[in-house]
């Protein structure tokens, strides 16, 4: 995959930098971690533009997760509730689910956009939980920006030794990922449970 976007961005530019982070926000997994400094390395070879790159990267990501925005907020809970819908998953989960978000959700955006795996995933819960569309479209942009210059700078200053220490930064982010979904699984854990003991009670006190 990696060549493959290396070998579209060589070719198309900015229009393949703003296309690829697009895609990457809205679930698809494109690692953003080659993306951007990619652009930051054919800018130091003077084929594009380093500001240029990052402004590609962060309309990308904003547009993307825009998009995501709108499907979960659209169609999210009738796919989760509707036939066929995720084992585990019932109107009490999602409840629990989307007021998590509601209480937490701006800061979840914030922090959403600079964390790896999750940047890619965090319109959808968003979305879902009605989060104000212009709160979470001006702090996508806000965390995008930073990650994308961030990445776009690695490729600029790092050039072709980028390759090196690109290895390690992904094992760093799948490490990050992997603490996040535990965190993730274990909320839920709790929810789940607490949200069972609360169904029980009125049963106790009829008893």
Known sequence: MTHTLVSLIESYGLLAVFVLMLAESCGVPFPSEVIMPVGGLLALAGHLNLVAVILAGTAGNVAGSLIAYGLAARFGTPLLLGPGRWIGISPRHLRLAQGWFRRRGLWAVLVGRVLPVVRTYVSFPAGL??????????????GALPWCTLLALAGFVLGSEYGRVASPIERAAEALAAVVALTVVVWYVRGRIRGELLDEAPSRRQG
């Open 129 to 142: 939980a009605g989060v104000p569309l212009a709160a979470f479209s001006g702090l996508t942009a806000l």
